[in-house]
């Protein structure tokens, strides 16, 4: 199958997590991106990860999750032959993303006014911490320091405990998703007007839409959302120990908890509004403490979905990866052979799948400047070009 973004050439000026994931969804929808590092401080997201010797190596596994389907070129944008090259890139280019300090590149004459004379076709996004205005407009945040600003922290963890962050970096990725869709958006409006744009990304917003449900009760009669562990409005909503295992029960709707009460024998206390249940928490909460700690998390599964009332185990990672159900939806693609030092490379690829178009992954994560004279030859520059821009720090 043909790929979507196939012919979209984009140049990724972005580092750590949330902007390399936003190019990554782009290249694995067949864009050509061509990762540009700083020939002396590259990603930095190579050297973290579960591997020390790959971390050692710069091919982290926080950097190889999301490197496949790129190039690497090493570029000092701090030179005026880095940014001359840079400049002849976005010539040959549909679309550049960065997460820079908002200004930073500005000052060094690459900012969207600057490269949108250049090329008034161009797509530039921007990712941020706190965007492009406001008073916070200059600081600099990861995952967890906008898990902590967003209030999503403070809302976090068991009821009177220290505020806790979410295990995996949700704002980071979400940020990255965020920004795919809006490039998306962006190339889909220059197809129909034949104008590029301006596109940013900040990850405090992500976050705020992130919270929308909680956002919007507290704009509407000051409500707060606290520490509530695993509980929820509804006691058939919630983490229940089973006899061997935690287990996560979510009968949500009126229908559900009709259910979830029937395959249990407790009739009694099936409601019929949702305001009941809501009063009825306290005794419904003991029953189900009651009833789920009589078997093992195995027999409850078994029962529930047959009875379609959602619920799982609470389980590792290993168990998940392990799952039939997840080796079967191919979300995740494994390097084989070819992948030499990194055969048996395991990453995931994408949350959405296309009828009509390849979403995949088939080049393994590269070195940073693997791809230097490919890319600058494709340019014009000759050998002894290149061997003087790598003698000068220039690549």
Not at 10 to 38: C, N, R
Not at 57 to 73: E, P
Not at 205 to 224: F, Y
Not at 330 to 337: A, S
Request: aromatic share 6%; glycine share 10%.
């Amino acid at each position: 199958m043909p790929k979507v973004l196939e012919g979209i050439r984009v140049l990724d000026l972005t580092h750590v997590l949330a902007g390399p994931f936003g190019s990554y969804q782009l290249a694995v929808m067949g864009a050509e991106v061509i990762k540009i590092e700083a020939p002396d401080e590259p990603d930095q997201a190579r050297f973290q990860g579960s591997d020390h010797d790959l971390n050692d190596a710069g091919m982290g596994t926080a950097f190889l999750a999301q490197a496949s389907n790129k190039q690497s070129i090493t570029l000092n944008l701090k030179s005026d032959a880095g940014r001359h090259i840079l400049r002849q890139l976005v010539l040959t280019a549909d679309l550049l993303i960065e997460n820079y300090r908002p200004g930073a590149l500005d000052a060094l004459g690459l900012g969207y006014a600057d490269l949108a004379t250049l090329k008034p076709e161009l797509i530039y996004c921007s990712i941020s911490a706190f965007g492009s205005t406001g008073p916070k407009r200059e600081l600099t945040a990861y995952d967890g320091v906008i898990q902590a600003y967003s209030g999503m922290m403070a809302m976090t963890g068991e009821p009177g405990s220290s505020p806790v962050k979410c295990g995996a970096p949700v704002v980071d990725y979400a940020t990255g998703t965020t920004a795919a869709a809006a490039i998306l958006a962006a190339l889909l409006h220059r197809t129909k007007h034949g104008r590029g744009q301006f596109v940013e990304v900040a990850m405090s917003d992500v976050a705020l839409i992130l919270c929308s449900s909680h956002l919007t009760g507290h704009l509407w009669n000051g409500w707060h959302p606290e520490q509530k562990g695993n509980r929820y409005p509804f006691a058939t909503i919630g983490c229940y120990q089973a006899a061997d295992a935690p287990l996560m029960i979510s009968a949500s709707n009126l229908r559900q908890q009709r259910r979830l009460w029937e395959v249990l024998g407790r009739t009694d206390l099936i409601k019929q509004n949702n305001r009941e249940r809501i009063t009825g928490h306290a005794a419904e909460a003991g029953a189900l403490r009651e009833i789920i700690a009589t078997k093992p998390v195995e027999y409850w599964e078994q029962v529930l979905h047959a009875a379609r009332v959602p619920a799982s185990r609470v389980q590792r990672m290993e168990a998940m990866v392990a799952d039939e159900h997840v080796k079967g939806r191919k979300v995740l693609h494994r390097f084989d052979e070819q992948a030499g030092a990194l055969e048996g490379l395991t990453v995931p690829v994408a949350g959405f799948r296309l009828s009509a178009c390849d979403v995949g992954v088939s080049t393994l994560p590269q070195a940073a400047g693997a791809q230097n004279e490919q890319v600058l030859k494709s340019l014009g520059y000759l050998d002894g070009d290149i061997e003087s821009m790598r003698a000068d720090g220039i690549i």
